[in-house]
């Protein structure tokens, strides 16, 4: 009868990874197999054993496995290792620390020692350390997906393992949650930056008149600072739609006339100016005037003021070549520039953008165009391949029609354009079978077009919105803390102040 050989005690019996050896063995071998599930070799930790208890314990061991066994113990939880195969890998920590003979070399690799204990202590995370300590049992570093992978890439680094010792699915999962994560944390830094304040209190200290801009600075750029901060703010805002309805007006046939016109050029002015004065308060009580003329919003303001005042200026150079010049050629260049005061005033609708200093909305919506701008990109490179194919293959299906629309392939780019944004005004139509069949294919995908970056924009719109509110509340939150822990501060000296009179009286 064949004898039976005996079954390693591993969590993985069968696993025949990295170790090779059968399960029979000679007695030799016995003496330094390493059992990795055996309790006898991982134990806890406990800083009260005695010296007597310690020797109690060697009477009891064996004194050759004791002598073939590495005493390790990490962050209280203690492990043994045979030499032998901690010397199989010579660059990791524990592999120098077990062929190296120089015993200030040893100390160096680790953070203690016991004498008592013979044992060496790393202020390390002991969790991890399982997956190393099963490293140098079976060969093979496994992951597991519940940890984290800066966490354990920094555990790795420190023992000196190599993430090629992982199976090649464990290693291409972890390093695509790794990526993944790298890349959260990236957008995070930047929702942080882009909640982050131009200028900082300390910025203001030992500058000319500190405490005067800094008032002045979050009055106008903290809402919720004070009352008067979000009543500015909020006039901030309404001038901003008033403009906007007042450019809008100006263009209807009967506001165009004497009186209306007026009247728009009034409002008109009254913007400006308080746009104006805006834009100034930032700039005299900026800490730092370059990060100033850097920002996006401060340059939003500007362009919103410039218009009126490049406006009079025009005007001011038409009259007065209307008056001097009544030349042909000069009456040409006034008209040149009216058509440039009209482009100058449409410059005006800029100002509607002012409101993503104050929307947290719009906000998130800028700050999504810019992280999906890949693709944003390529949807209009999909966008632009549709146009050109469907209007070259409408154009050669259609061009021998008698009066058709598609003379031309960039006669038909309007018409692809229209059918792939499904909106299909029906100005112009084929009239074949074929033209029909491409009209089909051009609008079918279209719809998959338009469906494809929907999803995707508003996962990301939804996120970073709800992050950008979270931090607008916990910043309004925190700011009535502070008010109310000053107003307490203040109630309570206030008392000591009057107490302290009364007993001055009494005296």
């Known amino acids: 009868m064949r004898q039976l050989?005996?079954?390693?005690?591993?969590?993985?019996?069968?696993?025949?990874?990295?170790?090779?050896?059968?399960?029979?063995?000679?007695?030799?071998?016995?003496?330094?197999?390493?059992?990795?599930?055996?309790?006898?070799?991982?134990?806890?930790?406990?800083?009260?054993?005695?010296?007597?208890?310690?020797?109690?314990?060697?009477?009891?061991?064996?004194?050759?496995?004791?002598?073939?066994?590495?005493?390790?113990n990490v962050g209280g939880k203690?492990?043994?290792?045979?030499?032998?195969?901690?010397?199989?890998?010579?660059?990791?920590?524990?592999?120098?620390?077990?062929?190296?003979?120089?015993?200030?070399?040893?100390?160096?690799?680790?953070?203690?020692?016991?004498?008592?204990?013979?044992?060496?202590?790393?202020?390390?995370?002991?969790?991890?350390?399982?997956?190393?300590?099963?490293?140098?049992?079976?060969?093979?570093?496994?992951?597991?997906?519940?940890l984290c992978p800066t966490n354990f890439v920094e555990e790795i680094e420190y023992w000196g393992i190599h993430l090629k010792y992982s199976q090649r699915c464990c290693r291409?999962?972890?390093?695509?949650?790794?990526?993944?994560?790298?890349?959260?944390?990236k957008i995070q830094r930047e929702l942080e930056a882009e909640l982050e304040p131009m200028e900082r209190e300390e910025n203001f200290e030992g500058k000319c008149l500190g405490e005067f801009r800094k008032a002045v600075w979050n009055l106008i750029e903290k809402p919720y600072s004070s009352t008067p901060a979000k009543i500015i703010a909020v006039m901030s805002s309404f001038f901003v739609l008033i403009s906007i309805v007042g450019m809008t007006l100006s263009t209807v046939e009967e506001m165009q006339l004497k009186t209306g016109k007026a009247f728009m050029e009034q409002l008109e002015t009254i913007c400006a100016v308080f746009f104006t004065s805006e834009y100034l308060m930032r700039l005299i009580s900026t800490a730092t005037f370059p990060?100033?003329?850097?920002?996006?919003?401060?340059?939003?303001?500007?362009?919103?003021?410039?218009?009126?005042?490049?406006?009079?200026?025009?005007?001011?150079?038409?009259?007065?070549?209307?008056?001097?010049?009544?030349?042909?050629?000069?009456?040409?260049?006034?008209?040149?520039?009216?058509?440039?005061?009209?482009?100058?005033?449409?410059?005006?609708?800029?100002?509607?953008?002012?409101?993503?200093?104050?929307?947290?909305?719009?906000?998130?919506?800028?700050?999504?165009?810019r992280q999906c701008y890949q693709q944003v990109c390529c949807l209009l490179l999909f966008i632009a391949l549709g146009v050109f194919t469907f209007s070259a293959l409408m154009h050669s299906v259609e061009h021998d029609v008698p009066g058709t629309n598609f003379t031309s392939i960039p006669d038909a780019w309007w018409?692809?354009?229209?059918?792939?944004?499904?909106?299909?005004?029906?100005?112009?139509?084929?009239?074949?079978?074929?033209?029909?069949?491409?009209?089909?294919?051009?609008?079918?995908?279209g719809i998959i077009l338009n469906g494809m970056p929907i999803s995707i924009l508003y996962n990301k719109f939804s996120d970073y919105y709800s992050k950008l509110k979270a931090h607008e509340n916990e910043t309004s939150l925190t700011l009535r803390f502070t008010k109310k822990i000053r107003f307490k501060e203040r109630a309570l000296k206030k008392l000591a102040e009057c107490c302290s009179g009364d007993a001055r009286v009494h005296g």
């Open 5 to 72: 050989g005996k079954r390693r005690a591993s969590l993985s019996a069968s696993l025949k990874i990295g170790d090779h050896r059968g399960c029979c063995q000679t007695p030799e071998e016995e003496e330094v197999y390493f059992p990795f599930a055996q309790d006898s070799v991982v134990k806890q930790w406990s800083s009260m054993h005695n010296v007597t208890e310690r020797s109690q314990e060697k009477s009891q061991d064996p004194p050759r496995q004791s002598r073939c066994f590495l005493n390790i």
């Open 78 to 146: 203690s492990f043994q290792i045979p030499y032998k195969m901690a010397a199989r890998y010579p660059i990791t920590r524990i592999g120098k620390l077990a062929i190296s003979t120089d015993p200030m070399k040893k100390l160096k690799l680790c953070d203690d020692y016991s004498v008592q204990r013979n044992e060496y202590f790393f202020d390390r995370d002991p969790l991890i350390f399982h997956y190393i300590f099963h490293f140098y049992r079976s060969g093979v570093l496994w992951i597991m997906d519940e």
């Open 172 to 185: 291409i999962l972890f390093e695509e949650k790794q990526d993944e994560l790298k890349e959260c944390l």
């Open 291 to 369: 990060k100033f003329l850097r920002a996006a919003f401060n340059a939003i303001d500007l362009v919103a003021i410039l218009p009126f005042y490049i406006q009079i200026l025009f005007e001011h150079l038409d009259e007065g070549d209307a008056l001097y010049h009544e030349e042909r050629h000069k009456m040409e260049s006034v008209g040149k520039l009216g058509k440039v005061l009209k482009l100058i005033k449409l410059m005006r609708i800029f100002r509607i953008l002012k409101l993503a200093r104050h929307s947290t909305g719009l906000r998130a919506f800028g700050f999504t165009m």
């Open 415 to 445: 018409w692809a354009a229209v059918s792939l944004s499904t909106v299909g005004y029906g100005d112009t139509v084929p009239d074949t079978v074929l033209g029909r069949m491409v009209a089909f294919g051009c609008i079918s995908f």
